[in-house]
């Protein structure tokens, strides 16, 4: 069969990218690296209701083996939905001595929109333009305005719950009606307002429907059932993923192929003309290789993938891979910071049931250099968290509270704020490619090389030591000490927003991609991953991919119709 375009990946990006392109008529094949997850069927969410968390535990002693990044998910990786999380030892990577990564994955149909925390932020004007401002990096090629139409089309269409709020350095978007803050949520929120009049405390604004609008239902989509069974997949498709929203639509066209199970290693290049001619992939179970062909490639692996892709299409006009004349593929691996959740008991509200079963916590925005100036660290960070009756919140702020037992309603309220700091483009922490070792399907392994920076550090140093202080003007007792937490910063990949190594820019010779995702080099590849991020903002980025990721393929789909491409 003849494709007009093939996307390599099916998770958030991937499944937007998808989506955009089918409904401009193109036919799309799509390349999913892990195996194929039907939308309910083969969700884990019903077996999750019948355990317990205690009792639903990978061993330790294979999740030292496959899941050392356990950490980073306790509160997300379970026996029972092992299979969205891919594991280390089948999939290895390479780290440099003294600086760890946790590179966190979910290698099946949908991606880690299965499992993902569905924060969404739009960023801000100035998040397009600090590169500029403060020299760390290159300019990004686009401004807000360029993606502010797209910002609308993503969130009419996945669903986004939140509050008008009003803050100029977080916008407003077309929400579905806001989550609540509990009761002592709103207690905090006074009282943190008051003595902080430059901060504010907001509901997070999540993927989620609060409400159904017709486009969801069309889909067959639900209104959230606060189960809070999201991390095992929600039959209900109440949360935004793949499987839930952008592969139906693409189907509904009639223009979408799927092959699971092939691993895209490489993008072919055409020697005469110089421009790619398809993508060459491995079957992850038989180990057979198969090239297919298309007059587009989307690249939507995640952006450590995305750059291994790159690196490895090596050719005679392209040496050092795809695209990669600037040498900036793989370059400029961000995530963000945070360091160890600070935490305090809240005295009172003794009568008061917490239902634990919100699915959203609450979220202060960025204030340094927007609201406050004078700071010892450029960018700045948010701070997530909420209020809950268990000790064991830090759980919660990342994901679902612990519920182990019915004694819950009767523990003492905690709250606990954990900051989201930008990192800085460095290009010096990158992704690069093994000479020695190879995985099991001949692919060269990746090499993360990263490390946080003096910036992150002070910064961290900061948010610990004013999440203490708004703790302690809420009302808060027995808060943990600031200064240990700030010195404990999750390692790089912790967060799961990894993003960077083939960064937009206006100049070819310090960027990979355009300010449309389109190579700079290969004007038929485009990029709409992480991987094309120019800096990392504060905000959770996954409502900035699917904006680029419409955006881009409906430019390509615009280029293919006038024969530009």
Same mark, same amino acid.
């Given at each position: 069969m003849q494709f007009d375009a093939i996307v390599v990946g099916s998770g958030i990006s991937g499944g937007w990218a998808a989506k955009e392109l089918c409904e401009r008529g193109l036919k799309v094949l799509m390349l999913e690296r892990g195996p194929n997850i039907e939308h309910g069927a083969d969700y884990s969410h019903d077996l999750a209701a019948q355990l317990r968390r205690r009792d639903d535990q990978v061993p330790l002693e294979e999740r030292q083996l496959h899941y050392p990044y356990y950490d980073g998910v306790a509160y997300a990786l379970f026996?029972?939905?092992?299979?969205?999380?891919?594991?280390?030892?089948?999939?290895?990577?390479?780290?440099?001595?003294?600086?760890?990564?946790?590179?966190?994955?979910?290698?099946?149909? #949908?991606?880690?929109?299965?499992?993902?925390?569905?924060?969404?932020?739009?960023?801000a004007p100035a998040d397009f333009e600090s590169n500029l401002k403060d020299g760390h990096g290159v300019d990004w090629p686009i401004r807000y305005d360029d993606l502010a139409p797209w910002y609308d089309h993503a969130e009419a269409f996945a669903g986004i719950s939140g509050n008008y709020d009003e803050i100029p350095h977080l916008p407003d978007g077309d929400f579905l009606p806001p989550y609540e803050l509990n009761c002592v949520e709103e207690a905090i929120r006074e009282k943190i307002e008051a003595a902080f009049p430059t901060r504010r405390m907001i509901i997070g604004r999540a993927a989620q429907l609060s409400r159904v609008t017709k486009v969801h239902q069309d889909l067959g989509r639900k209104r959230? $059932?606060?189960?809070?069974?999201?991390?095992?997949?929600?039959?209900?498709?109440?949360?935004?993923?793949?499987?839930?929203?952008?592969?139906?639509?693409?189907?509904?066209?009639?223009?979408?192929?799927?092959?699971?199970?092939?691993?895209?290693?490489?993008?072919?290049?055409?020697?005469?003309?110089?421009?790619?001619?398809?993508?060459?992939?491995?079957?992850?179970?038989?180990?057979?290789?198969?090239?297919?062909?298309?007059?587009?490639?989307?690249?939507?692996?995640?952006?450590?993938?995305?750059?291994?892709i790159l690196l490895n299409s090596v050719s005679d006009a392209f040496p050092r891979g795809l695209a990669n004349g600037s040498d900036q593929v793989g370059r400029n691996l961000m995530d963000h910071v945070s360091c160890k959740a600070i935490v305090g008991r809240y005295p009172g509200f003794d009568d008061?049931?917490?239902?634990?079963?919100?699915?959203? #916590?609450?979220?202060?925005?960025?204030?340094?250099?927007?609201?406050?100036?004078?700071?010892?660290?450029?960018?700045?960070?948010?701070?997530? #968290?909420?209020?809950?009756?268990?000790?064991?919140?830090?759980?919660?702020?990342?994901? #679902?509270?612990?519920?182990?037992?019915? $004694?819950?309603?009767?523990?003492?309220?905690?709250?606990?704020?954990?900051?989201?700091?930008?990192?800085?483009?460095?290009?010096?922490?990158?992704?690069?490619?093994?000479?020695?070792r190879v995985d099991q399907w001949d692919m060269p392994v990746p090499v993360i090389d990263c490390a946080h920076g003096k910036n992150e550090y002070a910064m961290m140093r900061e948010a610990a030591r004013d999440a203490a202080e708004m703790l302690r003007a809420a009302g808060c007792v027995d808060i943990n000490a600031w200064e240990e937490a700030g010195e404990q910063l999750t390692p790089p990949g912790d967060r799961i927003h990894e993003m960077g190594t083939a960064r937009m820019g206006r100049d070819p010779k310090t960027s990979v991609l355009n300010g449309w995702g389109q190579a700079h080099e290969a004007p038929n590849v485009f990029v709409s991953d992480g991987a094309a991020m120019t800096s990392s903002a504060n905000m959770n980025p996954s409502l900035t991919y699917m904006a680029l990721a419409a955006r881009a393929a409906n430019r390509a789909a615009d280029l293919l119709q006038e024969g530009a491409l």
């Amino acid at each position: 069969m003849q494709f007009d375009a093939i996307v390599v990946g099916s998770g958030i990006s991937g499944g937007w990218a998808a989506k955009e392109l089918c409904e401009r008529g193109l036919k799309v094949l799509m390349l999913e690296r892990g195996p194929n997850i039907e939308h309910g069927a083969d969700y884990s969410h019903d077996l999750a209701a019948q355990l317990r968390r205690r009792d639903d535990q990978v061993p330790l002693e294979e999740r030292q083996l496959h899941y050392p990044y356990y950490d980073g998910v306790a509160y997300a990786l379970f026996e029972s939905n092992r299979k969205f999380w891919a594991s280390d030892h089948d999939y290895p990577y390479e780290t440099v001595p003294g600086k760890p990564y946790r590179w966190i994955r979910g290698y099946q149909l #949908g991606g880690r929109s299965l499992t993902w925390w569905r924060q969404s932020y739009r960023w801000a004007p100035a998040d397009f333009e600090s590169n500029l401002k403060d020299g760390h990096g290159v300019d990004w090629p686009i401004r807000y305005d360029d993606l502010a139409p797209w910002y609308d089309h993503a969130e009419a269409f996945a669903g986004i719950s939140g509050n008008y709020d009003e803050i100029p350095h977080l916008p407003d978007g077309d929400f579905l009606p806001p989550y609540e803050l509990n009761c002592v949520e709103e207690a905090i929120r006074e009282k943190i307002e008051a003595a902080f009049p430059t901060r504010r405390m907001i509901i997070g604004r999540a993927a989620q429907l609060s409400r159904v609008t017709k486009v969801h239902q069309d889909l067959g989509r639900k209104r959230c $059932e606060q189960r809070m069974r999201c991390v095992h997949g929600c039959p209900l498709g109440s949360y935004f993923s793949s499987q839930a929203a952008t592969l139906p639509a693409a189907k509904n066209t009639g223009n979408l192929t799927i092959l699971t199970d092939m691993i895209v290693q490489s993008v072919e290049v055409d020697a005469k003309s110089g421009r790619a001619s398809g993508v060459r992939a491995v079957n992850r179970l038989t180990k057979q290789a198969q090239t297919y062909e298309a007059q587009l490639v989307f690249l939507n692996a995640s952006a450590i993938n995305t750059a291994v892709i790159l690196l490895n299409s090596v050719s005679d006009a392209f040496p050092r891979g795809l695209a990669n004349g600037s040498d900036q593929v793989g370059r400029n691996l961000m995530d963000h910071v945070s360091c160890k959740a600070i935490v305090g008991r809240y005295p009172g509200f003794d009568d008061v049931h917490d239902p634990a079963d919100r699915p959203t #916590g609450i979220y202060i925005p960025r204030y340094a250099h927007t609201t406050e100036g004078d700071k010892p660290y450029l960018r700045g960070f948010g701070m997530q #968290g909420g209020a809950g009756r268990t000790r064991r919140i830090e759980a919660r702020v990342l994901g #679902g509270a612990e519920r182990e037992d019915d $004694e819950i309603g009767r523990k003492p309220w905690s709250f606990s704020l954990v900051p989201f700091g930008e990192v800085l483009p460095d290009p010096n922490n990158r992704v690069t490619l093994s000479r020695t070792r190879v995985d099991q399907w001949d692919m060269p392994v990746p090499v993360i090389d990263c490390a946080h920076g003096k910036n992150e550090y002070a910064m961290m140093r900061e948010a610990a030591r004013d999440a203490a202080e708004m703790l302690r003007a809420a009302g808060c007792v027995d808060i943990n000490a600031w200064e240990e937490a700030g010195e404990q910063l999750t390692p790089p990949g912790d967060r799961i927003h990894e993003m960077g190594t083939a960064r937009m820019g206006r100049d070819p010779k310090t960027s990979v991609l355009n300010g449309w995702g389109q190579a700079h080099e290969a004007p038929n590849v485009f990029v709409s991953d992480g991987a094309a991020m120019t800096s990392s903002a504060n905000m959770n980025p996954s409502l900035t991919y699917m904006a680029l990721a419409a955006r881009a393929a409906n430019r390509a789909a615009d280029l293919l119709q006038e024969g530009a491409l």
